[in-house]
């Protein structure tokens, strides 16, 4: 129909010809302006064609639509790229952290589906999702929660922050994940990390990190768990390695399956006044093995 009106347009817009004998001169002229006419209409109408028979995105992929703040709706082969993209680059530098956030976001559905499965089998996992807490800098405040007893979990945690240096606003919020609850379950286990790390007594170094990834593996099952496990160790030394995989992997994979419950059903911020033994102990967590001074810092 656009390219009919185009044409009509065109029609109507020319002057009718007189059926007169014309001049030579006229009559060349004339033939000019209308090859010109059919070359310009000719062009629209391919450009028109080439439009309307294109399809559009929305008809191979479905109308996808965001799901919440933030959110970036992929469809299965842009997930799959941005894995495939994600792997490479943080195999190629480690310290993209960026780049293995992106490769969890892109690969973790079925193990988040079965954390949020896990969350909703208890009073506390169904609080969390229901409140949402969210650790960042308007609700956790360093200096009250050192403030608190020294033998709290909340004080030790505030001197964790004071220690490394550490924002509660560091987290990268979540953006692959299509479903909104689910990437709360995402985010809260990114949030919750450095409970973790107080909790089982690991520095934030490279050897820290990969022995908290390695009971992440067990305890989640989330695949960029997988991945820091198995490719981080390439930045030890041999000597790092062999005590990783001697003492820490097999402290991690059983403390992975030994807590009492899921460690992301628990409402960490309620705890922070409670004795951090205590806390340990009804969690069924130990502190982990003493790693030495040697480990590198992690980024």
């Known amino acids: 129909r656009a390219i009919r009106r185009t044409y009509s347009a065109e029609a109507d817009r020319k002057p009718h010809t007189c059926k007169t004998r014309q001049t030579s001169t006229t009559s060349s002229a004339t033939l000019v302006v209308d ?21 559009s995105a929305r008809t191979i992929f479905g109308d996808r639509k965001s799901l919440y703040r933030g959110h970036l709706p992929t469809n299965p082969l842009q997930k799959l790229a941005a894995t495939a993209i994600s792997a490479a680059k943080a195999l190629r530098d480690p310290r993209r952290a960026d780049m293995v956030g992106v490769l969890g976001e ?22 969390i999702l229901s409140e949402r807490p969210i650790v960042d800098s308007s609700t956790i405040n360093g200096d009250q929660l050192r403030q608190l007893d020294e033998n709290t979990f909340g004080h030790a945690y505030g001197r964790f922050l004071e220690r490394y240096g550490f924002d509660p606003d560091d987290r990268t919020p979540v953006a692959l994940v299509d479903d909104e609850e689910l990437a709360y379950v995402l985010l809260r286990y990114r949030q919750v990390h450095d409970f973790w790390h107080v909790l089982f007594g ?38 790092q390695r062999r005590r990783l995989y001697d003492a820490h992997v097999p402290w991690a994979t059983t403390q ?16 922070f006044d409670e004795d951090i033994d205590g806390l340990r102990k009804r969690l069924g967590v130990s502190v982990a093995p003493p790693l030495g001074a040697s480990s590198p810092k992690s980024s």
């Open 202 to 239: 690991l520095p934030p170094t490279v050897h820290g990190e990969l022995v908290l990834k390695w009971f992440e593996l067990v305890h989640t099952g989330l695949p960029v768990a997988a991945f820091s496990a198995l490719f981080g160790p390439l930045r030890l030394s041999s000597k």
């Open 35 to 55: 090859a010109q006419r059919a070359m310009q209409l000719s062009r629209r109408a391919a450009v028109l064609t080439r439009h309307l028979s294109k399809p």
């Open 256 to 271: 992975g399956r030994a807590c009492t419950q899921s460690m992301l059903s628990v409402y960490y911020e309620q705890c």
């Open 106 to 127: 892109a690969t973790g559905r079925v193990a988040l589906e079965k954390i949020r499965s896990d969350l909703k089998k208890t009073r506390e996992g169904r609080l």
